[in-house]
């Protein structure tokens, strides 16, 4: 019984070992799986939003949203639902902990006359259409908190589709604040806040 106890016990170990992402491990089997698709140091690549920076409770939270498709947009469907269903928790969390030790640049792809309209609306919202300041749960930068993301740098396209998404009935987080605060922007507040956010550092 003993033998079989430790046998177990060492099994178990190798396991961990295995799936444990150590820290700087850019080019382990785990990483490569996430940044085929999202881009060298996890910097993002074209609709594969960039991850190194985030805040690891959000990008497990996301994570958590894939698995139970609850995150159900085109394409984490296509993508991210298929990338998770084998992920056991332990390699997410290592996965979530490792990208957010990353050092985020910004995508700087929005169009820069808007940055200036962008950052008003993200400081200030607009109290006469309802729309609340962003910086209050994002962080004066965006720099995100807790298990609210970071949004600063995060390319355009990416952020513009996710503001359209909730108006057109897509879910992210249960219990996320965001489909309220999205239903109050039009296209060219998501313009312009897409924009300001691409060139955030
Ligand atoms: C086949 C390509 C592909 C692979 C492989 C992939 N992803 Fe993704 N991932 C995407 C796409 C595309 C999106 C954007 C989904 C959307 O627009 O909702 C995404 C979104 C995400 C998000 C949401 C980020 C945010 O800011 O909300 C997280 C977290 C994530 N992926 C983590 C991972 C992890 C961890 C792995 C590796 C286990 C992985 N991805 C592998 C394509 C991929
Ligand atoms: C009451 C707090 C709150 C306010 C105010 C708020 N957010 Fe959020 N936001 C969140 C939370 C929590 C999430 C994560 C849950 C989710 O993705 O649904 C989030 C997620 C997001 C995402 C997804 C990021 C990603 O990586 O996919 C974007 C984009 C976003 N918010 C933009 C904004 C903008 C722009 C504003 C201002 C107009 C704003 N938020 C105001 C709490 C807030």
Same mark, same amino acid.
């Given at each position: 019984?003993?033998?079989?106890?430790?046998?177990?016990?060492?099994?178990? +170990?190798?396991? +961990?070992?295995?799936?444990?992402? =150590? @820290?700087?491990?850019?080019?382990? /089997?785990?990483?490569?799986?996430? $940044?085929?698709?999202?881009?060298?140091? @996890?910097?993002?690549? +074209?609709? #594969? =939003?960039?991850?190194?920076?985030?805040? =690891? &409770?959000? +990008?497990?939270?996301?994570?958590?949203?894939?698995?139970?498709? $609850?995150?159900?947009?085109?394409?984490?469907? &296509?993508?991210?639902?298929?990338?998770?269903?084998?992920?056991?928790?332990? $390699? #997410?969390?290592?996965?979530?902990?490792?990208?957010? !030790?990353? @050092?985020?640049?910004?995508?700087?792809?929005?169009?820069?006359?808007?940055? *200036?309209?962008?950052?008003?609306?993200?400081?200030?919202?607009?109290? %006469?259409?309802?729309?609340? !300041?962003?910086?209050?749960?994002?962080?004066?930068?965006?720099?995100?908190?807790?298990?609210?993301?970071?949004?600063?740098?995060?390319?355009?396209?990416?952020?513009?589709?996710?503001?359209?998404?909730?108006?057109?009935?897509?879910?992210?987080? *249960?219990?996320?604040?965001? /489909?309220?605060? @999205? !239903?109050?922007?039009?296209?060219?507040?998501? %313009?312009?806040?897409?924009?300001?956010?691409?060139?955030?550092?």
């Amino acid at each position: 019984m003993k033998r079989i106890g430790l046998k177990l016990a060492i099994a178990a +170990t190798i396991a +961990t070992l295995v799936s444990a992402v =150590p @820290a700087g491990a850019g080019d382990s /089997p785990a990483v490569r799986n996430c $940044t085929w698709c999202h881009g060298a140091n @996890a910097q993002g690549y +074209t609709v #594969a =939003p960039r991850l190194a920076g985030q805040r =690891p &409770q959000y +990008t497990l939270n996301q994570i958590r949203s894939f698995h139970d498709h $609850t995150r159900d947009n085109p394409f984490s469907r &296509q993508y991210m639902w298929n990338a998770v269903a084998a992920l056991n928790p332990d $390699t #997410a969390r290592d996965l979530a902990n490792y990208f957010a !030790s990353i @050092a985020p640049k910004p995508a700087n792809d929005g169009d820069s006359a808007l940055a *200036a309209k962008g950052k008003r609306i993200f400081m200030e919202g607009v109290p %006469e259409a309802n729309i609340v !300041s962003c910086y209050a749960c994002h962080g004066p930068n965006g720099e995100g908190i807790r298990d609210i993301p970071r949004l600063g740098g995060l390319a355009y396209f990416y952020v513009k589709a996710r503001l359209e998404q909730w108006n057109k009935g897509y879910h992210s987080t *249960a219990g996320s604040p965001m /489909p309220l605060v @999205a !239903s109050h922007l039009g296209p060219d507040e998501i %313009e312009a806040l897409a924009s300001y956010l691409s060139f955030v550092n």
